[in-house]
């Protein structure tokens, strides 16, 4: 987009707030195409479901364009004794004290669609462990810290061969793992997610500067 628009872009971190913060600096910034925001579920879609008292609108925000999209895997360590989603189920139904799971924020996607697996495949108990990354959860997997993960980024880490996926919740196999099956052809077919990434604008951004930030990212 820098090269497309003649503009240098400069990328601001604003942590916390499952997104919060960011989001509402964006929000209350010129509508000028000079201030974006990089979006995701949990930004535009779930904040407003989770939060009663949002410091900003998401429908506000006015869409530029979608970066991509990963949907979530539930992954265990190579040496895990879960061979498939079934073992999982059964030996969590049969932990009094849960079985737990990492993901990276309280709230966030993949947090709720492990709340949701749990909820649909009868699981009385999970302990949910929330991390600052991937790097902190993956290695508490590796070492057995946590007993599975749902995650989009560990797929990564799956096609290195250092962790092993079960299954993917999304409607379809994933291109790159035709292997994988989906939480649907095991008998979960709610149990599906799909993160995505994208850029918004703040409010009132007007329509021509938005097409032109559009075709930029577009091009890019």
């Not at 560990?154 to 290195?160: D, G, K, N, T, W």
């Not at 008998?187 to 409010?203: D, K, R």
Request: glycine share 10%; proline share 8%.
């Amino acid at each position: 987009m820098s090269d497309k628009l003649g503009q240098p872009f400069i990328i601001d971190f604003k942590p916390g707030g499952s997104t919060n913060i960011g989001a509402a600096f964006v929000s209350q910034a010129a509508p000028d195409g000079y201030t974006l925001f990089f979006s995701t579920i949990g930004s535009n879609v779930l904040n407003k479901l989770l939060h009663k008292n949002l410091s900003y609108d998401p429908d506000s925000l006015v869409p530029v364009g979608l970066i991509g999209q990963v949907p979530s895997y539930l992954i265990v360590r190579n040496d895990s004794p879960f061979k498939s989603v079934d073992d999982l189920v059964k030996a969590a139904k049969a932990t009094p004290t849960g079985l737990s799971y990492g993901t990276h924020a309280i709230g966030g996607p993949n947090h709720l669609v492990g709340e949701l697996f749990r909820n649909k495949a009868g699981i009385k108990e999970l302990v949910h462990v929330a991390y600052k990354g991937l790097n902190e959860s993956s290695t508490d997997l590796i070492t057995g810290r946590i007993d599975f993960m749902w995650d989009a980024g560990a797929i990564r880490l799956v096609e290195q061969g250092r962790l092993r996926a079960l299954a993917v919740a999304y409607p379809e196999r994933w291109p790159t793992l035709p292997n994988l099956p989906t939480m649907a052809e095991l008998g979960f077919p709610e149990v599906s997610l799909t993160a995505f990434g994208g850029i918004h604008a703040p409010p009132k951004t007007p329509a021509h500067i938005v097409d032109k930030l559009s075709s930029a990212l577009m091009s890019a």
